[in-house]
């Protein structure tokens, strides 16, 4: 999905906080706003199998930590071998006088296994893989 939204810059520049994140990383992409023409969060996660749209507080988690806010959407279900996430770490932005600014940062794809068979469901229960991603921050009128 792509979002088109016209920049906007405050009246008092000093703290402007973006509100539209676009990120690409080996094999990933992701585009994340804060709220957007329906009222909603939107999330878009590509990857080289497939591409998922979430929207909503249902579908789209953010939690609010020391490292940034976090950001997790499910991207694989399943009913007998557990589920996969995918975090979005989201760095403190202040784009000032600016509307966009540059940020670095990591997604986080973690694999919550699970088994039927009681006895399996011992030792660790999640793996992490990380990736690097970079892309720009905005502030955009929806």
């Not at 979002?3 to 810059?9: D, E, S, W």
């Not at 199998?49 to 399943?78: A, C, D, H, P, Y």
Request: aromatic share 8%; charged share 15%; net charge positive.
């Amino acid at each position: 999905m792509l979002l088109t939204a016209i920049p906007v810059l405050s009246a008092n520049a000093s703290e402007v906080v973006p509100n539209l994140y676009q990120f690409q990383g080996k094999n990933v992409s992701i585009s994340y706003s804060t709220t957007s023409f329906i009222g909603k969060p939107l999330f878009t996660y590509k990857d080289k199998q497939q591409t998922l749209n979430f929207q909503g507080t249902e579908q789209i988690r953010s939690v609010e930590t020391e490292i940034g806010t976090l950001v997790t959407v499910t991207i694989r279900k399943t009913v007998d071998t557990g589920n996969t996430v995918f975090t979005l770490i989201l760095p403190r932005v202040n784009l000032g006088n600016s509307n966009s600014a540059a940020v670095e940062t990591k997604g986080i794809t973690t694999t919550n296994l699970f088994s039927v068979i009681p006895k399996f469901n011992q030792g660790q229960r999640q793996t992490y893989t990380t990736i690097h991603l970079a892309g720009t921050a905005q502030a955009v009128a929806f």
